[in-house]
């Protein structure tokens, strides 16, 4: 069994208690307009081109066995991810001597990301730290991340899954009994407005939120603040509502932030956003309402 990763983020302090390696897992169901890791929406191998670094030798484009990289007007190259056959030696990243091309996007086994993640057992030892599983979204791979949360157990590490909540409850179930705490994404409340922003209704993920805290699973709500989408106040007025209703008990602001726009230039995508991070007087009022509601906030 292979699982398809596309990062391994060691020494991480923000996906959850202690110390952490977090595991980005790659493919996702939703499409977020803001999402800062476009590299892990889809479920293969991708090919990232840094301008940057090429010098226009254009040995990749001989190198091309299906004439899916050609030479731009600018003189910089061209990939065509449509007829890119992501063959499986890549000759146009080894003829790349400059390491303009990168392969992001890794299938590993189980025994290869367990030998990974535990060369940091001492610092989950000494910070009650573990392994997170981040994305992309994991569950999309869920035989895979169900036996590799078996293993972590086994082994004696905490475990945590961060999870934009779009699965099936069945699916999801079978995976809680191997984690400690779960960090679920919500995005939006209204669900015409997160379909049109994600890509998908929040129907599923809304009612998988009620049923995690129905069976008294530890829960810590993100929600990522992105200015003009979802920061309004009846929004997140109505988000905190929900989340008391439910008994939710914490939740974390993920301040939208522009870090991932190179990756988006890197893999040919465009990115329509044109917004700032949001204001710290704005995140501390939006603070202040989960707080009104009884709601512990930390903005992350």
């Keep these: 069994m292979k699982g398809l990763i596309f990062n391994i983020q060691r020494y991480s302090i923000q996906d959850g208690p202690g110390i952490r390696t977090t595991v980005f897992m790659k493919g996702c169901p939703l499409k977020c307009i803001w999402c800062a890791n476009p590299e892990g929406q889809k479920p293969v191998p991708e090919i990232l081109y840094d301008k940057n670094k090429c010098n226009k030798c254009y040995q990749c484009v001989n190198a091309c066995l299906h004439g899916a990289i050609s030479i731009f007007q600018d003189g910089f190259i061209d990939i065509n991810r449509r007829i890119c056959k992501r063959c499986k030696k890549y000759p146009c990243i080894d003829a790349c001597g400059e390491e303009a091309l990168k392969l992001v996007g890794k299938f590993v086994t189980i025994e290869e990301l367990m030998q990974e993640v535990e060369k940091d057992s001492l610092f989950y030892r000494n910070s009650n730290g573990g392994v997170t599983l981040s994305g992309g ?31 099936s409850w069945g699916s999801l179930k079978k995976i809680l009994e191997y984690i400690d705490l779960v960090l679920y994404d919500i995005k939006h409340i209204d ?110």
């Design 191 to 300: 669900s015409e407005k997160h379909k049109k922003f994600t890509g998908v209704s929040n129907e599923i993920i809304l009612s998988n939120a009620k049923a995690l805290l129905d069976n008294n699973i530890k829960t810590i709500f993100r929600i990522p603040i992105i200015p003009g989408y979802n920061d309004e106040k009846e929004n997140i007025e109505t988000i905190a509502r929900f989340l008391k209703e439910i008994g939710g008990k914490e939740v974390n602001l993920l301040p939208y932030h522009r870090l991932g726009i190179k990756k988006y230039e890197k893999l040919g995508i465009n990115y329509s956003l044109k917004i700032q991070s949001p204001t710290k007087r704005s995140l501390e009022e939006i603070k202040a309402i989960f707080k009104e509601k009884g709601l512990k906030c930390l903005i992350i």
């Design 137 to 167: 979204e994991p569950t999309k791979q869920f035989e895979f991340i169900l036996e590799f949360f078996k293993r972590c157990k086994e082994k004696g590490i905490h475990t945590i899954l961060d999870t934009c909540g779009y699965t």
